[in-house]
């Protein structure tokens, strides 16, 4: 262990700056996971400008909170509108809205909260744990193993972000192609510019964050906005029972009751937080699904806080696993993870295992913050979480049009580059379309971000082999291995239909049927 | 029959058909084959993803699933487009007044012209707001030390 490293880590966290970004950062997390159809990628792709005026320490606190927050509170208007904030919260509907119904709201969220700070502690635990020793191994790889590792996130991406193996590939291929935009990494030579000399620099991350993640949503929304209003009423009437303190709360022995279930969500979040391209939506239903078949005396299903405690325990937990690719190879493995990666890319440190020997204050800070999150996560969610639910009822006719002008404002800001916004509207289109036909984002800004090193990493195998392609590529059994790994993934996925499989996790059938945004 | 051009094959056709005027650009500007120092095609990596992204195509058109309609592509109308594109008009010129006349002054106006087109009733209540979110985002703004366009509203005071 650095023990300088991590006295300057203490004294960078420890600081007013740092706790009161990290205390907002939960506290809007938590208010833009209450509001259904508003996420945690959403919430970061609008405050990731903000990153440029934050110090390290600061931007990690704004942001791990805001992810933590968002990903919890989506289970609040899940638990008191049978309306997930996001899609991770889905799962929290079946039993959470009937105990709404039941009038049991407060305790819904209640074991939402104590199970999700539980399962979210311990995978950060681990997450501690692990990271270092997978990047010490990573150090190990030379350039073909770091091509072909690249090559199984990108396979793994587009074989699981969707249902449909095609579009998640195609995705991918959009992140390739826009990641070529502007200079070459090697030889600094403008190339597929479109003769465009405000495309010389590339295409810039801020702009493509919120046009892909917080515009594309809004055009949706404000389509959505104009053709329906939302039902709210019929739960609006058992809000009230939140508030009231003599309605039935949750026991210290019904919390212990639900080991089991916090256990299942915390095995497979971390899990599946780990591998690229699952992310908090299939954890939480695949807890759901294991925790109802092991116990069916339980009576998960039916309003039980069981329930609850596995979906949300299995969304939490993925919160700090989806950060190992991100440090131990430089690969974020989801949205969100890519969305950070971004972050720390923005304050000049690159993501990648030689971070644990170069910025090894930055790897300390951000598990210090990481573990530190959750008790802010539970402190706001236990003071504010029943007035965060009143943020469900706030109309989106408002909403939309606010968050627009956040996102100018946002894209604007980072450079004041006017081309910048115009990007963003172009790339909020595409984003938008994408969405329509089936098209999932994460594959496309993760191999936006990952193209100059997947770039840079092949040109440096030719180099060192003289330009031969072969011993470039499959220079060792490792590469090899990888290699066939990745063609594994995708023929595996194509022949057994795994997208479609996985996506079904995302819509069991039940009596309750969740309605997501 | 009218699905059909909603379906993934018919997608993935229209992707095949902008992809291959996309390539064809490519091919025909002078850089694709320019080699640089260390002997790579400078095109090589932009033409990857094309060739990618084409092959991905194609897999729409051919694979198990090219019946089917996706989900939110099959109730979209012309007028969701249209309106989604007229959503970015507006906002690329709320942006350029924005920066001349001043994010004070031009924040309101489409505050309230998006609320109202959005179906926000009662007008009192909507022109209420247009008026009071601008002021918060801006002091929020202001007090992390991001300054907003001012435009002509200094003139003003």
Known sequence: ?517 | MLSWYRSNQAIGIYLCIALGLLLAYMLSTSWVFRETRDGFLLGFFPLLGVAGMMLCAFGLIVDPLRREVPEDFEDLAWADVANAILMLIGIGFYFATMRDIGFLLVTPVFLFVYMLWFGLRPLKQTVLLAMAIPIGIYVLFSVIGVRLPNGILPAFI
């Open chain 1, 1 to 517: 262990m650095n023990v300088e490293a991590l006295n300057e880590a203490l004294t960078l966290v420890f600081t007013v700056e740092t706790m009161f970004w990290l205390v907002a950062g939960v506290f809007l997390g938590v208010g833009l996971g209450a509001i259904p159809g508003l996420t945690a990628s959403t919430g970061i792709a609008l405050v990731l400008p903000l990153s440029f005026l934050l110090d390290i320490t600061g931007m990690l606190g704004l942001l791990i909170g805001l992810y933590k927050g968002a990903i919890f509170g989506g289970s609040i208007s899940a638990i008191s509108f049978a309306i997930p904030g996001s899609p991770d919260s889905a799962a929290t509907v079946y039993d959470g809205y009937k105990l709404t119904k039941q009038g049991k709201g407060r305790k819904a969220i209640l074991i939402a909260l104590y199970s999700s700070v539980t399962a979210d502690t311990l995978s950060d635990i681990i997450v501690i744990l692990i990271a270092p020793t997978i990047a010490l191994m990573a150090l190990q790889f030379g350039p073909s193993e770091r091509l072909w590792l690249m090559v199984v996130a990108i396979a793994l991406l587009g074989a699981l972000s969707g249902r449909h193996l095609a579009k998640g590939m195609l995705s991918a291929g959009i992140g390739l192609f826009l990641g070529t935009i502007g200079t070459d990494p090697v030889s600094n030579v403008p190339r597929n510019t479109f003769d465009q000399v405000w495309l010389r620099d590339g295409l810039h991350l801020v702009p493509l964050i919120i046009g892909i993640f917080a515009m594309s949503q809004m055009l949706e929304q404000g389509l959505g906005v104009m053709r329906s209003s939302r039902k709210v009423q019929e739960a609006s009437a058992k809000l009230g029972d939140l508030f009231n303190k003599k309605s039935e709360g949750l026991t210290f022995r019904e919390y212990l009751s639900c080991w089991r279930e916090m256990g299942i969500g915390l095995g497979v979040g971390t899990f599946v937080g780990t591998l690229p391209g699952l992310g908090a939506t299939v954890a939480a239903f695949l807890s759901y699904g294991i925790a109802k078949q092991s116990f069916p005396e339980k009576r998960i299903g039916e309003g039980s806080i069981h329930g609850i405690a596995a979906a949300e325990a299995g969304n939490n937990a993925t919160v700090g696993p989806t950060l190992v690719p991100l440090l131990a190879f430089g690969i974020p493995g989801s949205a969100t993870a890519a969305l950070i990666g971004a972050a720390l890319m923005l304050q000049g440190v690159t993501p990648s295992p030689r971070m644990f020997t170069l910025h090894p204050e930055v790897i300390y800070a951000l598990f210090m913050i990481l573990f530190i999150g959750n008790f802010v996560n539970l402190g706001i969610g236990r003071a504010f979480g029943f007035l965060y639910a009143r943020l469900g009822q706030v109309s989106p006719k408002v909403l939309v049009p606010t968050i627009m002008v956040m996102a100018v404002i946002g894209a604007y800001s980072a450079r004041g580059d006017v081309y910048d916004i115009y990007m963003m509207l172009g790339l909020g289109f595409l984003g938008f379309m994408m969405r329509r036909i089936g098209v999932p984002e994460a594959p496309l800004i993760i191999t936006f971000l990952i193209a100059p090193m997947l770039e840079e990493n092949l040109r440096r195998a030719l180099l060192i082999n003289r330009g031969d392609w072969m011993p470039a590529l499959f220079n060792s059994p490792l590469a090899i291995t990888m290699a066939a790994f990745a063609a594994l993934v995708i023929v595996v996925t194509f022949r057994m239909n795994i997208g479609a499989k996985l996506a079904k996790v995302g819509r069991m059938d039940n009596e309750t049927e969740p309605r997501t945004k």
